[in-house]
């Protein structure tokens, strides 16, 4: 049995036979429409989500199964005391695969150590975002046509962004890759990716704090909200939480194919003049993430169509 924790968990191969499946199911959504007749998906947030708790649910419904979960700690029994472990125990009696936030790092891990089914992380602390990984690597692929050779500027919250750490683990294993590290001092990528993840498969790189100065020599933007939850105290997310705006203006310092990503939810910083410019792709990628999941979940529970 499989469960997927880190894009890592997928080889290069298996990850290009992922995509293919998500690129199919785009193209040919009735083919699959019910591939997980009397499935069962359970969703268990600990932490709020809108779109990854929902296109999980999306996903499962497109290929015919059904769903149950809860979307906050506060209506599980979490709020009486109940560990992962009892609750991941609990959960295999009831479904045949499962999707997990929690904001405490490495949860998921915890629960797919006492589960019998499949567990999916949809996102651990400011450590891992996996599924919003493959989502990213299908937009990607899908608006420049290859993944590798490209220059991607990593823009915002490097420091407690979950979605760039998976992210770049993700992209160094392809070739030809350069990233431009864009964030204040503060948020600075964690030195543990800097150094087992990028010095380590020789990955060029470098830090910038203008947005301005990386963006013209940039193949893609993903920009990224600051982490509010994550911060200590409010008086430094309130220092920090403007400090990225993209708009028109700094759109022009572009080039003119320079997508731009963002997982979303975005709070200020991409200007919402930006959303109707061609190279804002932000929406697209959104619904990338429902053909992903639809294909994960085919995946891990080793059905072929
Ligand atoms: C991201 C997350 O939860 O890490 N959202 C998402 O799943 N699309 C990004 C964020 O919350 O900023």
């Known amino acids: 049995m499989r469960h997927l924790m880190s894009p890592l968990d997928f080889s290069v ?16 959504p009735k083919k699959y429409a019910h591939a ?14 809108t779109r990854t708790r929902l296109s999980h649910e999306a996903a499962m419904l497109n290929l015919g199964g059904s ?15 109940e560990s992962v472990s009892d609750t991941i125990r609990t959960i295999s009696c009831y479904a045949d695969i499962c999707a997990m936030r929690h904001p405490k790092e490495g949860a998921p891990m915890v629960a797919c150590q006492h589960s019998s089914i499949p567990v999916i992380n949809a996102g651990d602390g400011g450590h891992q975002h ?20 490209m220059t991607i500027g990593l823009c915002g919250d490097l420091k407690f962004g979950r979605t760039v750490h998976s992210l770049i683990n993700a992209l160094v294993r392809y070739p030809g890759m350069k990233f431009v590290l864009i964030s204040p001092e503060e948020l600075r990528l964690p030195g543990y990716i800097r150094h087992d993840v990028l010095e380590k498969n020789h990955v060029p790189y470098e830090e910038v704090v203008r947005l301005e100065d990386a963006l013209p020599d940039l193949d893609l933007l993903y920009m990224t909200r600051v982490q509010k ?22 759109m022009k310092l572009a080039k003119d194919d320079m997508y731009v ?12 003049e930006v959303d ?23 995946t891990l529970l080793e059905i072929e169509v």
Do not use: W
């Open 13 to 28: 191969e298996e990850l290009d036979k992922l995509l293919d499946l998500a690129s199919d199911i785009e193209a040919n």
């Open 36 to 49: 997980c007749d009397g499935k069962k998906l359970a969703t268990l947030f600990y932490e709020p989500s």
């Open 67 to 81: 769903i149950m979960g809860f979307s906050s700690a506060e209506s599980s029994s979490a709020a009486k005391g």
């Open 130 to 149: 996996p599924t919003q990984t493959l989502t990213d690597l299908m937009t990607i692929r899908s608006l420049k046509g290859h993944l590798g050779n």
């Open 229 to 250: 939850e994550r911060f200590f105290n409010e008086e430094d997310y309130v220092r920090m939480k403007d400090f990225y705006i993209l708009d028109a203006k700094k």
């Open 261 to 272: 990503l963002h997982p979303l939810p975005r709070v200020n910083e991409i200007s919402t």
């Open 276 to 298: 109707d410019d061609p190279r804002a792709a932000y929406f697209k990628q959104m619904q990338y993430g429902v053909y992903v999941r639809m294909a994960l979940i085919l």
